[in-house]
């Protein structure tokens, strides 16, 4: 122990490497605490992801729903366009202006009408 206190380069190398070791221990403590904030950091994130997802199914879920729903009232008024429509080709369809389709009272009609165009 005398011939390592009285030679100085054993010393320096002994302190030194003592300074070493626990600069290597200090950085390893170091870097597991940066490795558990790096994991809580990502647990976080996939947090907000699993969220982000989850609304974003909420949101197609509403616009599918209002697709639906638009879909379901177009077909709705296009049948009843479409009844509308036949309805008022049957009443176009028929001859009305025949003699056979008018009735007493519809010849009665006409000819008052025919009356007073003649008496004016």
């Known amino acids: 122990m005398i011939w390592i206190g009285s030679n100085k380069r054993w010393s320096l190398i002994i302190i ?19 490795n558990e904030a790096d994991r809580k950091c990502m647990a976080q994130i996939q947090e907000i992801e699993r969220k982000q997802v989850k609304a974003l199914a909420e949101a197609q879920n509403k616009a599918n729903k209002a697709s ?5 009232i177009k077909a709705e008024q296009r049948t009843k366009v479409e009844t509308v429509t036949r309805e008022v080709q049957k009443i176009v369809e028929r001859p009305v202006y025949l003699n056979r389709c008018i009735d007493d009272d519809g010849l009665q009609q006409i000819n008052s009408l025919i009356e007073a165009r003649d008496s004016s």
């Open 16 to 34: 030194l490497s003592i300074l070493y070791l626990v600069q290597i221990g200090y950085t390893n403590h170091l870097a597991g605490k940066v």
């Open 68 to 72: 639906a729903d638009y879909e379901q």
